[in-house]
């Protein structure tokens, strides 16, 4: 069937979009700062008020697909950041860059967790694995292309075409959207959760933008802390309003599943890890090793050629190791390639380095596709929207500690060098810092129950599976 197959494509390039767009600016920052009569360093501002809109808007995008139903908001979604797209392109100060770029921003929290609820709801659970790969891929590819493609428009074109390109995909993904995106909306209508809203916007915002700047020193450290003070407390008094409402915009009432609360905390911590290597490599290579920003665009860009090539695998070893074997095993595998990046030297072949990269892409992709698959093996379907909010929720958040962390490596090893520039002998301890952090995500696997997901892998569970499934 056409609509089977096509849905899963417009969800892929629209997130594919959104997920490049947040990286390909990067190599840009020099000659969009030219332009605008300002800094590189103060351009980090645009980088970060992306992030901060997608903190605050993600968590309402579960209700807005409830409420209006995702075939209408998935298309609003891609045309609110095709204008914050056209915005940026034609931006003459750094007020107004910053503004679209929080416009963006706006767009892309609601593409994601959308995207991703309506193929939950359109596909049965035996396809999610399938599925699911389809989702991983832009998460994975679109932010090791970027700074290539950004590279490239920059060098050979100009920095405007960076956003110019978003508007023929973007057009596309809203006609194909709007014939054929199912018009999947929430069995009943709850009220928004106004409180819940602003206490949760402040206190992922807080967080997020106070944990992206950690160890960059862009921003003073008092207002660093401030931030991340303001972000803690309020996500408190979320906390405690979130027991008191029945419909709350983060429904923290989905921890209570041991499937999807091990998978969740156990994929954060999977996450802060792996996600700091995007924010390493390119550095490394480029401070460390002296290569140009294109040059080591091409070089992590290996890492996508080993992400697509899990998908033909990956249902394979779902169906036959089950998911909880795969995750403790993959976990492990994945860090240690991760590790195995600080034994790069200025002078090690580009072939070798090319060569970890794609194996470690490859492991890196099935263990994101499986943890994005099991999160929703038993989530009934009245509460899928909430699930896929919180879920963004806690993967932006992930990201964000993954690039403050792979900082903070660097930062300590400068430290105890006592030097004030970067060179390449601070890397191997970031790398090695950040591989720990994601090999500890094991111990919440290893919690998983041996049967869990096994419907969604195809397998057939063990004569317990009826009880101690929902239990595990």
């Known amino acids: 069937m056409l609509t089977a197959r096509i849905v899963p494509l417009i969800v892929a390039v629209s997130l594919f979009m959104e997920n490049m767009d947040a990286t390909i600016i990067a190599t840009a920052l020099p000659s969009i700062a030219t332009d605008l009569n300002t800094s590189p360093l103060a351009l980090k501002l645009a980088i970060t008020s992306y992030l901060l809109a997608l903190a605050i808007f993600i968590p309402a995008s579960g209700w807005t697909a409830d409420r209006f139903g995702a075939r209408t908001v998935?298309?609003?979604?891609?045309?609110?950041?095709?204008?914050?797209?056209?915005?940026?392109?034609?931006?003459?100060?750094?007020?107004?860059?910053?503004?679209?770029?929080?416009?963006?921003?706006?767009?892309?929290?609601?593409?994601?967790?959308?995207?991703?609820?309506?193929?939950?709801?359109?596909?049965?659970?035996?396809?999610?694995?399938?599925?699911?790969?389809?989702?991983?891929?832009?998460?994975?590819?679109?932010?090791?292309?970027?700074?290539?493609?950004?590279?490239?428009?920059?060098?050979?074109?100009?920095?405007?075409?960076?956003?110019?390109?978003?508007?023929?995909?973007?057009?596309?993904?809203?006609?194909?959207?709007?014939?054929?995106?199912?018009?999947?909306?929430?069995?009943?209508?709850?009220?928004?959760?106004?409180?819940?809203?602003?206490?949760?916007?402040?206190?992922?915002?807080?967080?997020?933008?106070?944990?992206?700047?950690?160890?960059?020193?862009?921003?003073?450290?008092?207002?660093?802390?401030?931030?991340?003070?303001?972000?803690?407390?309020?996500?408190?008094?979320?906390?405690?309003?979130?027991?008191?409402?029945?419909?709350?915009?983060?429904?923290l009432s989905l921890f209570a599943l041991p499937t999807f609360r091990l998978t969740v905390i156990g994929g954060f911590i999977f996450r802060v890890g792996l996600g700091a290597t995007p924010f390493l490599m390119p550095l490394m290579l480029q401070l460390g090793f002296h290569m140009t920003p294109f040059r080591s665009g091409l070089v992590t860009f290996s890492t996508a050629i080993g992400a697509m090539s899990m998908k033909a695998v990956v249902p394979y070893i779902l169906k036959n190791y089950g998911f909880r074997l795969t995750l403790i095993v993959n976990s492990i595998i994945s860090a240690a390639f991760v590790a195995a990046c600080a034994l790069f030297t200025p002078s090690t072949p580009v072939i070798v380095i090319m060569a970890v990269l794609v194996i470690g892409g490859f492991f890196r992709s099935l263990q994101f596709t499986s943890i994005n698959t099991i999160a929703y093996a038993d989530i009934d379907r009245r509460r899928m929207s909430r699930a896929t909010s919180l879920v963004s929720v806690a993967q932006q958040l992930s990201v964000t500690a993954g690039v403050a962390a792979g900082a903070l490596g660097v930062e300590m090893a400068m430290y105890h060098a006592g030097s004030a520039t970067i060179t390449a002998a601070d890397f191997p301890p970031a790398f090695l810092f950040v591989a720990a952090i994601s090999a500890m995500s094991v111990f919440f696997f290893l919690r998983l129950h041996r049967d869990a997901g096994a419907e969604l892998a195809n397998r057939t569970p063990g004569p317990t599976d009826a009880s101690d499934q929902r239990m595990g």
């Open 74 to 251: 998935f298309p609003i979604a891609i045309a609110i950041f095709m204008a914050g797209s056209i915005g940026c392109a034609f931006s003459n100060t750094l007020g107004e860059f910053v503004v679209f770029r929080f416009l963006q921003g706006i767009g892309g929290a609601m593409m994601s967790p959308v995207g991703r609820l309506v193929l939950l709801r359109s596909f049965d659970k035996r396809d999610l694995v399938a599925i699911m790969t389809w989702v991983s891929m832009p998460a994975l590819i679109g932010p090791v292309l970027g700074p290539p493609v950004g590279g490239f428009i920059t060098q050979y074109m100009s920095w405007h075409w960076i956003f110019f390109i978003n508007i023929p995909i973007g057009l596309l993904g809203i006609v194909l959207a709007t014939k054929y995106i199912p018009d999947i909306k929430g069995d009943e209508r709850v009220p928004f959760d106004y409180i819940g809203f602003v206490l949760a916007g402040v206190g992922i915002g807080g967080l997020a933008f106070g944990a992206s700047n950690l160890g960059i020193r862009y921003l003073p450290t008092e207002l660093i802390t401030g931030m991340l003070g303001i972000g803690a407390a309020a996500m408190v008094a979320y906390v405690i309003h979130a027991r008191r409402v029945p419909n709350p915009i983060l429904d």
